[in-house]
């Protein structure tokens, strides 16, 4: 079946430092990525998304590039804010499965951002 | 409102109490999603409407799990008897779409109940 793996949190790091934020991905057919984000006390959020090979998603001044050679969808940005400290989800959705919905969830990075 | 709702935002029950959680959906989504995100687990599917058809419930975990949707608007995930392991956050989601699974499908979240069973 589908499935997405991402790296543990939290991670910790310092106002304005690069961020990456690991996944990587199993699917049967050619699934859609994505990267949701749930700030704190709030609902899930669509933060970017890619829909075939080599497309980025961006937003926010996040980035991810569908790599399909390498099955990932790594999360990117070069100056991260106190502001961006959240759980970060990444998520496929598949046409030939991926659970019930087609839609498969990573188990969530927390991000810490410290001033 | 403007966005998915939820209510209660937390509850706490005792283990072999039923719960009931709820989920206001923005207004006109046809869709309707519950999922729940357990201590360190991704987000599970539970259950899945769509307008007035009949409910894809694969994802419930036992039959202590029900849900409904009345009017094709508000829903409602009841648990009965709830166990310990029921500890999670469930969160609703809503969309416009009719086409589960569509390419173009935007999901929109609740701020999810956190619900800790004693």
């Known amino acids: 079946g589908d499935s997405v793996t991402q790296m543990e949190g939290p991670v910790t790091l310092s106002e304005e430092a690069f961020l990456t934020i690991n996944c990587t991905y199993t699917?049967?057919?050619?699934?859609?990525l994505f990267w949701y984000v749930q700030y704190p006390g709030e609902g899930l959020q669509l933060l970017l998304k890619?829909?075939?090979?080599?497309d980025k998603g961006s937003n926010k001044g996040f980035e991810a590039t569908y790599r399909k050679e390498t099955t990932s969808f790594h999360l990117e940005k070069g100056s991260v804010q106190v502001s961006d400290s959240a759980v970060y989800f990444c998520a496929l959705r598949s046409y030939s499965g991926g659970g019930a919905d087609g839609l498969t969830f990573g188990k969530g990075t927390h991000l810490i951002i410290q001033p | 409102g403007a966005g998915v709702s939820q209510s209660p935002s937390n509850k706490v029950t005792e283990k072999g109490k039923d719960v009931e959680l709820r989920c206001d959906p923005i207004?006109?989504?046809?869709?309707l999603y519950w999922y729940r995100q357990s201590l360190g687990q991704g987000l599970e599917f539970l259950i899945y409407?769509?307008?007035?058809?009949?409910?894809?419930k694969s994802g419930l975990p036992s039959d202590r799990f029900s849900a409904e949707r009345t009017g094709g608007s508000v829903s409602t995930l009841t648990i009965q008897r709830t166990q310990q392991e029921d500890s999670a956050v469930y969160l609703c989601?809503?969309?416009?779409?009719?086409?589960?699974?569509?390419?173009?499908?935007?999901?929109?979240f609740g701020s999810g109940t956190q619900l800790s069973v004693l």
């Open positions: 409407f769509q307008g007035n058809s009949a409910p894809d």
């Open positions: 207004s006109g989504h046809t869709a």
């Open positions: 890619a829909t075939k090979a080599d």
């Open positions: 989601a809503s969309s416009s779409h009719r086409d589960r699974g569509n390419i173009n499908e935007k999901l929109f």
């Open positions: 699917a049967t057919g050619y699934p859609s």
